[in-house]
């Protein structure tokens, strides 16, 4: 039985996604055309690619209003950034990219009766699942991205509780090593965001 900030997630999906997006956002004022080959906490990934993901991440969810299912694909390259990242072509500015697709997502997500169902591999699941989903998705990668920027930038507590409850439902070890990395030891002291990021596999320190 879930019930505190996990049952208001589930139920407020859309909420979650918003403060996820709008904390990511504020991850990409670190990003310059300087900063696009450095390292990110996602192994194999630079920063070029790391954006590159997160554009198809956000299309994903997009597709999810308009054709009602998601598609599961792993890797990048259906965007413009993920053409970008593997060298055809690139776009003038990516985060302004970023940008316009989180906005025209929200505005899509918003506009959705609560009852919107999307087909996932076949199975259908509930909107609030879906974007909770991407809320704990992309705010990690927006973490990442401020790392791979020498940026301070933690996850706010309030946001990282509730993704932080409700990442077990969502990410169970078939998703390691391919989605997540394993679990990283964190002192039983560190903060909500710490511990959201350890669990996802990143070393908060």
């Known amino acids: 039985m879930i019930g505190g900030p ?26 310059t055309p300087a900063a696009l080959p450095y390292r990110t906490p996602c192994r194999r990934w630079d920063l070029r690619t790391l954006l590159a993901h997160l554009d198809d ?48 997502l929200l505005g899509a997500w918003t506009a959705v009766d609560r009852r919107h169902t999307v087909s996932v591999a076949g199975y259908p699941l509930t909107g609030g699942i879906v974007t909770t989903t991407g809320a704990i998705e992309i705010a990690v990668h927006g973490w990442d991205v401020a790392r791979a920027c020498g940026r301070h930038h933690p996850i706010p507590a309030p946001l990282a509780e509730e993704l932080l409850e409700l990442s077990p439902l969502f990410v169970t070890d078939d998703d390691r090593p391919v989605r997540f990395a394993p679990p990283v030891d964190v002192s039983p002291l560190a903060g909500p965001a710490d511990r959201l990021v350890a669990f996802l596999g990143r070393r908060p320190s």
């Open 57 to 104: 991440s956000l299309l994903a969810l997009e597709e999810a209003i308009g054709a009602g299912r998601v598609d599961v694909a792993s890797g990048v390259g259906r965007t413009d950034l993920g053409a970008a990242a593997a060298g055809h072509g690139s776009p003038a500015d990516p985060t302004a990219v970023l940008r316009d697709r989180a906005r025209h």
């Open 6 to 31: 996990a049952a208001t997630a589930l139920t407020g999906g859309v909420t979650l996604l918003e403060r996820a997006i709008s904390y990511t956002l504020g991850s990409l004022h670190g990003v």
